[in-house]
């Protein structure tokens, strides 16, 4: 009877055990405006911010709100595990959006339109131009617009034309000047993307002007519509249905499935109006019927209808004192009795954290297939890079003496057009160009090369990362790579290949986890022997930092473990379904999310299993589709410098932050965690210092909270880990193999000296 009133009391309400994953989603969206509104930002950087919102929301409405409105459509209205219909989500988030675009203009026009002028950067109405300003944006008009427009009237010979997704528009309501012509009729004129959305005008020094490009051209629009009175204006865009939903046929390749699916997205259904708020009535009621839309989807926009072009203030107003001062990555140091960075890996792996470690070693590692004539082959997946991108150039010149093997997945979401060119380039360039298994994205980071080495053997090295080989998010984006040459990693790297390029499956990938294989088993286990250790009185923890947490199965295996007296510390930077510090459910359970300067992508989970810590790193979040819908690895840190790296240096410093990191309460709102109390303390910031050679782990500050955990796991230990605990404590967080000397060869990071010597990442 008692384990039954026991059971009771730890078990919640099914409809309150998980937050709703939108709800999540608009709550991170409001952490990234909340950086907008911070004074203690750069005010470009916050017009950066305020951009990043708008461009998040856009894929909001285009991939989860066109998802739910289609599902509705089609007559489907389950209820999810939080006890939420699709209907019930539905009117719940038409609140909440309307809501937080009034919260964006709010920022803009309040906060940072003022401050802007403040700082001599003016963002200009056409009334409010001098003549010699409006001499300038003329004469750009009528050479660099106006030939690329094409006005259209719309009456029973031009059909409403065709408005691709996004586009900016300018609509108008027109009158004939001729008698007896009818009542008003609408014009509406696309903006090419190729024109700049700001225009940028002559200016006093010290001063920098704009133009929004739809003012200019509303302004000119009685030399578009000759023969008309022009009675009203008003920009506008519409979002559109990004969903790709593809036709599985054997006479067509994925990849002409993909581009012919993409053809489509440009024109799926409206699922959005965003037009100047004090447009005519009339003009905003042609606009919604034509487009299908309900009032709600209709917003109107006390301000430019497209946020997200503000991005371009930031990188066109020269002022560096309005941005974050620039940041050099830390250059990596080869160790001084290493040749090139084979030879560095076969004396031990090596660590990077981005971007505060440069993403040069893993461009060089690619880039060794085309100039080391010791290579045979390579492998690697391909899921995002940048346009110009290196290491797309260097395997295509690697095809040329060296087997190259690539999986381009086709399918990353807004970047298919330029994979499937990426594909297409390798193909010709004579690259085995895969594109993976049906039905799964390759979201994996892996790339192999076999090498014969001056002994005569012949060696894997890998690199597995947890980020995109993109040379220029690395220099935003928080991400780790490992390089190593251990054998037991790179055979199931190569295992890992075979399954993406031939499907063939094995048991088995160990020391890696592999979705869909393997790895959400492996997961959930790690949860439950680290409930297993609790119950057994050994050291039991889990801190793991991701994206997103979302699969009801590891949420409940944490709930469990919280139960059984498990220590859990999540640092999830965007969307969490589990309800923390709930009493009999979930309190030993702390949620955090950081919302910086760079992006938090990295993905790390640590599991303090008895004492015998284990820690790996990769490419997949807690989440159903990086779970069942994806190829994943997860890799282990088997280094023990490495491993203490992260521990000491890397994941104490998230837990330290109080500065941009936000506690997640159990009714899924996320208070600053910042009081007059603690340190001030930025991880971010603290990162940078320890590249820059300016301090290291020791400095960071141990919370009460932490102090506690560790002095409990200390009593839970063996003598021996009793002793390396102390010996930790009292060196308050002991110095990263990065910041010692060269007796530490695993990692090869030492602070920059103005007469260090440079050396070869990579041979030639």
């Not at 993307?193 to 509303?218: A, M, Q």
């Not at 899921?383 to 290491?391: L, Q, W």
């Not at 992508?601 to 997949?620: K, L, M, T």
């Amino acid at each position: 009877m008692k384990s039954t009133k026991a059971a009771a009391k730890r078990t919640a309400p099914v409809q309150s055990r998980f937050i709703d994953r939108d709800e999540s989603w608009l709550s991170f969206n409001g952490r990234v405006l909340e950086e907008a509104q911070d004074a203690s930002n750069p005010l470009l950087e916050r017009v950066k911010f305020l951009a990043i919102t708008a461009s998040n929301l856009d894929e909001f409405f285009e991939i989860r709100l066109a998802s739910i409105m289609q599902r509705l459509e089609e007559g489907h209205n389950a209820t999810d595990a939080g006890g939420h219909t699709l209907n019930s989500t539905l009117e719940l988030l038409k609140g909440r959006v309307h809501e937080f675009v009034t919260a964006q203009y709010d920022c803009w026009n309040a906060q940072l339109l003022p401050q802007l002028s403040h700082h001599g950067i003016h963002v200009l109405l056409w009334d409010e131009l001098d003549n010699d300003q409006r001499e300038f944006a003329t004469a750009f008009y009528q050479a660099e617009v106006d030939p690329l427009l094409t006005p259209v009237t719309i009456d029973p010979a031009h059909p409403f034309p065709r408005v691709l997704n996004k586009a900016l528009c300018v609509a108008l309501l027109l009158k004939r000047k001729r008698k007896g012509s009818p009542g008003p009729v609408l014009g509406v004129v696309t903006v090419p993307r190729s024109l700049p959305r700001l225009v940028k005008l002559p200016s006093d020094e010290g001063t920098t002007n704009y133009l929004f490009l739809h003012d200019l051209i509303e302004a000119q629009a009685k030399a578009l519509y000759r023969g008309y009175d022009v009675l009203a204006t008003a920009a506008f865009r519409v979002t559109r249905n990004s969903n790709l939903y593809l036709q599985e046929e054997e006479s067509r390749s994925l990849l002409e499935s993909v581009r012919a699916e993409l053809h489509n997205r440009r024109k799926g259904d409206a699922v959005r109006l965003e037009i100047d708020s004090d447009a005519h009535p009339e003009i905003v009621e042609q606009l919604r019927m034509n487009y299908e839309l309900d009032e709600w989807q209709v917003f109107r926009t006390n301000g430019p209808v497209n946020l997200n072009r503000l991005m371009n203030l930031h990188s066109e107003t020269p002022n560096p004192k309005l941005k974050f001062p620039p940041f050099i990555p830390r250059e990596f140091r080869l160790h001084r009795q290493s040749t090139d960075m084979f030879d560095e890996l076969r004396r031990g792996d090596v660590l990077l954290h981005h971007p505060y470690d440069s993403y040069d070693p893993v461009v060089a590692f690619i880039e060794s297939a085309s100039e080391d004539p010791r290579i045979v082959s390579i492998k690697q997946t391909l899921y995002r890079t940048s346009a110009d991108s290196s290491i797309f150039q260097a395997l295509i010149e690697a095809a040329q003496s060296t087997e190259v093997t690539v999986v381009v997945e086709l399918m990353a979401r807004f970047d298919e057009a330029s994979n499937i060119r990426w594909a297409r380039n390798l193909e010709d360039a004579g690259v085995q160009v895969f594109h993976g298994i049906v039905g799964l994205k390759t979201h994996c980071k892996l790339a192999l090369i076999v090498r014969r080495d001056p002994d005569g053997i012949t060696r894997s090295y890998a690199h597995l990362g947890t980020g995109n080989y993109n040379p220029v998010t690395s220099r935003f984006y928080t991400d780790l790579s490992l390089l190593t040459a251990d054998p037991a990693i790179t055979s199931a790297v190569h295992s890992v290949f075979n399954y993406l390029t031939a499907h063939a499956e094995r048991d088995d990938y160990a020391p890696l986890q592999v979705a869909p294989l393997t790895l959400a088993q492996a997961q959930i286990h790690l949860i439950e022997r680290e409930a297993e250790h609790a119950r057994a009185g050994r050291p039991a923890r889990i801190i793991a930092k991701m994206n997103s947490l979302l699969e009801n199965s590891v949420i409940d295996a944490l709930y469990k473990a919280s139960g059984d007296g498990v220590q859990v510390d999540l640092i999830v930077r965007g969307i969490c379904a589990l309800r923390p510090g709930v009493k009999g459910l979930s309190e030993n359970i702390r949620v955090r999310s950081i919302v910086g300067r760079f992006l938090e992508h990295s993905r790390v989970y640590c599991f303090a299993n008895g004492g015998e810590e284990e820690i790996f790193c990769g490419s997949a979040d807690w989440m159903p589709r990086n779970f069942f819908e994806r190829c994943e690895t997860i890799f282990p840190i088997k280094d023990a410098g490495l491993r203490r790296r992260i521990r000491e240096e890397i994941l104490a410093a998230y837990l330290a932050d109080d500065t941009k990191a936000r506690l997640m309460l159990s009714d899924g709102s996320y208070p600053h965690i910042h009081t007059r109390k603690t340190s001030g303390f930025n991880a971010q910031d603290f990162f940078m210092r320890v590249a820059e050679g300016k301090t290291s782990a020791d400095s960071i500050p141990t919370t009460p909270e932490e102090t506690r955990l560790r002095r409990s796991e200390a009593l839970q230990s063996t003598p021996e880990i009793v002793a390396a605990a102390s010996e930790r404590d009292s060196l308050s967080l002991a110095a990263s193999p990065s910041m010692e000397g060269e007796q530490v060869p695993q990692n090869g990071h030492k602070p920059r000296k103005a007469a260090a010597r440079r050396t070869k990442i990579v041979s030639v």
